[in-house]
């Protein structure tokens, strides 16, 4: 009985490992370990995974094959890197900077073939069509160091735009010089091989750009509060759109890509749903894939004769020259600085997927031979290091040069508090919240409730102590500090003022009023209150869909408040929803409001797009009802006057824009006294 339970157990740990549950027991050990101990002697992370998949592939310790269960998480993890990319790109940045995705795309595609193609044809004597598929093979590259951009949160910075942008292009050229390739190969490059190319293509861009957003924005719509649903929903179609790539005849990558681009819009960078999928992904998929790279790494092949070690140095240092001077023509061109040529270097030259994906079909068509196979395996694992490296140093740098101002002091972060009456609006208040919150800040977000004190008081105070812990369990999803409050005041006008100066609150967010009248509005209505006594920033919110669903943002700013010294903190706080929701801006103001608006957006280097109507909306509210639509989220900046004629006018016009404009999201924003 003992021998048979030792030889159970010692059968568990043969090499290479069957039992899926010590396999990934295994890997998560691997993934907790890896960037922690390597963390120590400053190597990124990333390298860490890949020298592990080294040491227990079947290369290795031959402690683990590449399986179905391994080749499916790689793939899943290398879909999410794809699809993170496309979902984190700056659309307004990419659309400003288009063009210059557009040469460096080109650049990096060209160059590195361009160098290629002579040294395997004249200096390693391979056939011309050898040659021009492993030149093209330089051309492409992974973004296995991007998690690193999300570490230093420089996801914005234009050279990551453009990088990033420049990778979709050459990587769909490439993959369709190797349909090319293998339609020559096989006899079947005709004119019908074109048009089915052709059609294909565009019916794939026609489903995953027109089709899926509508249908995302229809289910975010529908089933707002199914939070889970949500990111089942993403993966449904990250998943979807790479098989409708790989039916295209494309790689399934570009597909992953492609649907984050068409999400992009829907899925708010600060949100708690962009938040879980980049912890899932980061957590567990692109960990599983980097670790696959390196268990596909044979370091046998530099032993087997000088040939070998030849063609991989070679195909090594051409890989890397190819995509360093596409760094720097790159940087010459559009005049960056040292730091984003690094950036530009380490994001293209990792070579993993697509490469392999190339070779691999060269090699099973017989156009490339052992040795450029070999050859490509230690190329991925040299490249993959220089990446992680490369981006590291210029991630650290870039970050170290935005922070040369410092942080601003405690006491002029911002301290964002919101007063909840009805919690069923307190998931849309926390959202817009999180996506105004500067990242900067260290102070928390305040929930806050005011209990009136009535005889009830005490059983009331707990219920609102439990619906706030269900608010901070929602919002802890996006990793943002909540404070919680529940207290008893008289007047709940009179509570949130009290705790708004306990806390040195300069924002607070607050709810749409309920059609009351003037009268009610006099004896303790909160938003009135709030108006005339509190000298924060005041933004009140009235959403009837969900934050990410709007086409459009529409500015209205009387130039009453133009002489207000904190006009830049509202118009950053504008500038941030166009950003995160990737909204166009239109603009009503007059000139003076105009002049000092492009000021901002040039100081700032904003990159949203805002156009100006200088027609004078706020003189009757209807001339702007012809110029709204359903989907619009309107945003109104109204000034504030200690005065009780212009409170009872300002009352007026709240339930104005009440009724003409029932069924758009309306901001009103009051900006702090001066």
Same mark, same amino acid.
């Given at each position: 009985?003992?021998?048979?339970?030792?030889?159970?157990?010692?059968?568990?740990?043969?090499?290479?490992?069957?039992?899926?549950?010590?396999?990934?027991? *295994?890997?998560?050990?691997?993934?907790?370990?890896?960037?922690?101990?390597?963390?120590?002697?400053?190597?990124?992370?990333?390298?860490?995974?890949?020298?592990?998949?080294?040491?227990?592939?079947?290369?290795?310790?031959?402690?683990?094959?590449?399986?179905?269960?391994?080749?499916?998480?790689?793939?899943?993890?290398?879909?999410?890197?794809?699809?993170?990319?496309?979902?984190?790109?700056?659309?307004?940045?990419?659309?400003?900077?288009?063009?210059?995705?557009?040469?460096?795309?080109?650049?990096?595609?060209?160059?590195?073939?361009?160098?290629?193609?002579?040294?395997?044809?004249?200096?390693?004597?391979?056939?011309?069509?050898?040659?021009?598929?492993?030149?093209?093979?330089?051309?492409?590259?992974?973004?296995?160091?991007?998690?690193?951009?999300?570490?230093?949160?420089?996801?914005?910075?234009?050279?990551?735009?453009?990088?990033?942008?420049?990778?979709?292009?050459?990587?769909?050229?490439?993959?369709?010089?190797?349909?090319?390739?293998?339609?020559?190969?096989?006899?079947?490059?005709?004119?019908?091989?074109?048009?089915?190319? !052709?059609?294909?293509?565009?019916?794939?861009?026609?489903?995953?750009?027109? /089709?899926?957003?509508?249908?995302?924005?229809?289910?975010?719509?529908? *089933?707002?509060?199914?939070?889970?649903?949500?990111?089942?929903?993403?993966?449904?179609?990250?998943?979807?759109?790479?098989?409708? !790539?790989?039916?295209?005849?494309?790689?399934?990558?570009?597909?992953?890509?492609?649907?984050?681009?068409?999400?992009?819009?829907?899925?708010?960078?600060?949100?708690?749903?962009?938040?879980?999928?980049?912890?899932?992904?980061?957590?567990?998929?692109?960990?599983?894939?980097? =670790?696959?790279?390196?268990?596909?790494?044979?370091?046998?092949?530099?032993?087997?004769?000088?040939?070998?070690?030849? /063609?991989?140095?070679?195909?090594?240092?051409?890989?890397?020259?190819?995509?360093?001077?596409?760094?720097?023509?790159?940087?010459?061109?559009?005049?960056?600085?040292?730091?984003? @040529?690094?950036?530009?270097?380490?994001?293209?030259?990792?070579?993993?997927?697509?490469? *392999?994906?190339?070779?691999?079909?060269?090699?099973?068509?017989?156009?490339?031979?052992?040795?450029?196979?070999?050859?490509?395996?230690?190329? /991925?694992?040299?490249?993959?290091?220089?990446?992680?490296?490369?981006?590291?140093?210029?991630?650290?740098?870039?970050?170290?040069?935005?922070?040369?101002?410092?942080?601003?002091?405690?006491?002029?972060?911002?301290?964002?508090?919101?007063?909840?009456?009805?919690?069923?609006?307190?998931?849309?208040?926390?959202?817009?919240?999180?996506?105004?919150?500067?990242?900067?800040?260290?102070?928390?977000?305040?929930?806050?409730?005011?209990?009136?004190?009535?005889?009830?008081?005490?059983?009331?105070?707990?219920?609102?102590?439990?619906?706030?812990?269900?608010?901070?369990?929602?919002?802890?999803?996006?990793?943002?500090? /909540?404070?919680?409050?529940?207290?008893?005041?008289?007047?709940?006008?009179?509570?949130?003022?009290?705790?708004?100066?306990?806390?040195?609150?300069?924002?607070?967010?607050?709810?749409?009023?309920?059609?009351?009248?003037? *009268?009610?509005?006099?004896?303790?209505?909160?938003?009135?209150?709030?108006?005339?006594?509190?000298?924060?920033?005041?933004?009140?919110?009235?959403?009837? +869909?969900?934050?990410?669903?709007?086409?459009?943002?529409?500015?209205?700013?009387?130039?009453?408040?133009?002489?207000?010294?904190?006009?830049?903190?509202? %118009?950053?706080?504008?500038?941030?929803?166009?950003?995160?929701?990737?909204?166009?801006? =239109?603009?009503?103001?007059?000139?003076?409001?105009?002049?000092?608006?492009?000021?901002?957006?040039?100081?700032? +280097?904003?990159?949203?797009?805002?156009?100006?109507?200088?027609?004078?909306?706020?003189?009757?509210?209807?001339?702007?009802?012809?110029?709204?639509?359903?989907?619009?989220?309107?945003?109104?900046?109204?000034?504030?006057?200690?005065?009780?004629?212009?409170?009872?006018? %300002?009352?007026?016009?709240? @339930?104005?824009?009440?009724?003409?404009?029932?069924?758009?999201?309306?901001?009103?924003?009051?900006?702090?006294?001066?």
């Amino acid at each position: 009985m003992h021998s048979n339970f030792l030889t159970h157990l010692t059968r568990q740990f043969d090499l290479p490992f069957t039992n899926p549950v010590l396999i990934f027991s *295994l890997l998560l050990f691997i993934i907790l370990i890896a960037p922690i101990l390597l963390g120590k002697i400053k190597i990124p992370g990333i390298v860490g995974f890949i020298i592990a998949g080294i040491i227990i592939g079947p290369y290795g310790f031959n402690i683990l094959k590449k399986n179905s269960a391994i080749e499916l998480f790689s793939t899943i993890g290398l879909l999410y890197i794809m699809f993170i990319a496309g979902i984190e790109l700056d659309l307004a940045e990419f659309k400003k900077k288009k063009h210059r995705s557009f040469i460096f795309g080109f650049l990096t595609f060209a160059v590195p073939i361009l160098i290629g193609f002579p040294v395997c044809y004249y200096l390693l004597n391979y056939s011309f069509l050898t040659s021009l598929l492993t030149a093209s093979m330089f051309a492409t590259h992974t973004l296995v160091a991007y998690p690193i951009i999300n570490k230093f949160g420089i996801g914005k910075n234009e050279a990551v735009a453009v990088t990033v942008g420049g990778t979709i292009l050459t990587d769909t050229a490439v993959l369709i010089i190797l349909a090319v390739i293998m339609g020559s190969v096989e006899g079947e490059l005709n004119s019908t091989f074109w048009i089915q190319l !052709a059609i294909s293509l565009s019916l794939f861009t026609a489903t995953v750009f027109f /089709i899926i957003p509508k249908i995302a924005k229809w289910f975010f719509t529908k *089933l707002e509060s199914e939070k889970t649903s949500h990111y089942i929903f993403v993966l449904s179609v990250v998943f979807f759109s790479a098989f409708l !790539a790989q039916l295209a005849g494309i790689e399934p990558i570009i597909g992953s890509f492609v649907a984050g681009l068409a999400l992009n819009k829907l899925i708010p960078h600060t949100s708690i749903l962009m938040n879980r999928i980049e912890f899932v992904g980061n957590a567990l998929f692109i960990p599983f894939f980097l =670790i696959s790279v390196g268990m596909l790494v044979d370091l046998r092949v530099l032993f087997r004769g000088p040939e070998a070690l030849i /063609i991989a140095g070679s195909l090594t240092v051409v890989a890397l020259i190819g995509k360093y001077l596409s760094a720097t023509f790159t940087q010459w061109i559009f005049g960056y600085s040292k730091n984003q @040529r690094l950036l530009i270097f380490g994001l293209s030259s990792a070579h993993a997927a697509a490469t *392999l994906a190339i070779i691999l079909v060269g090699y099973q068509a017989k156009i490339i031979d052992d040795n450029i196979l070999n050859g490509t395996i230690i190329l /991925i694992l040299v490249t993959c290091v220089v990446a992680s490296f490369a981006t590291e140093k210029a991630g650290r740098q870039i970050v170290s040069a935005e922070e040369v101002d410092g942080p601003a002091p405690v006491q002029q972060q911002e301290s964002i508090l919101i007063p909840i009456a009805d919690f069923n609006n307190m998931d849309t208040m926390l959202d817009l919240a999180l996506l105004l919150k500067d990242k900067n800040s260290e102070q928390p977000i305040t929930l806050l409730s005011v209990v009136p004190d009535s005889d009830n008081a005490q059983a009331n105070l707990v219920n609102a102590r439990k619906k706030l812990n269900d608010s901070a369990k929602y919002a802890s999803g996006n990793g943002t500090l /909540i404070k919680l409050i529940a207290t008893l005041d008289h007047n709940i006008a009179s509570g949130v003022l009290r705790i708004a100066k306990e806390k040195a609150a300069n924002i607070i967010i607050t709810g749409w009023p309920r059609r009351t009248t003037v *009268l009610d509005k006099f004896l303790g209505d909160k938003s009135a209150a709030l108006i005339e006594k509190s000298d924060a920033h005041l933004f009140i919110l009235h959403l009837n +869909k969900p934050i990410s669903v709007h086409d459009r943002l529409q500015l209205v700013c009387p130039p009453a408040y133009l002489p207000e010294i904190t006009m830049s903190i509202w %118009l950053s706080k504008v500038c941030k929803i166009s950003a995160e929701l990737s909204l166009p801006v =239109i603009c009503y103001c007059d000139e003076a409001t105009k002049t000092h608006i492009n000021q901002y957006l040039l100081h700032t +280097k904003s990159s949203i797009n805002i156009k100006f109507d200088e027609a004078e909306v706020w003189k009757d509210w209807r001339m702007l009802k012809s110029r709204i639509s359903v989907n619009d989220f309107m945003i109104f900046v109204l000034d504030r006057k200690e005065d009780t004629n212009y409170l009872l006018s %300002l009352t007026h016009t709240q @339930r104005k824009l009440d009724v003409i404009f029932e069924k758009q999201t309306k901001l009103l924003i009051y900006p702090q006294m001066s």
